[in-house]
């Protein structure tokens, strides 16, 4: 059962941002020039 009514819900998941944004590529990339390798979304 949700512990928030659907207004709350609502506002909490509007905050939640997108991935692949156009900063995150750029940083990115620029990381990847640079020689930084990494993996996205890896189990710890």
Known sequence: MDM???EKRSVLMSRI???DTRP???VRRA???LGLRFRLGAAP
């Open 4 to 6: 928030l009514t659907s």
């Open 17 to 19: 941002g997108g991935k």
């Open 24 to 26: 995150e590529l750029v």
């Open 31 to 33: 990381a990847y020039a």
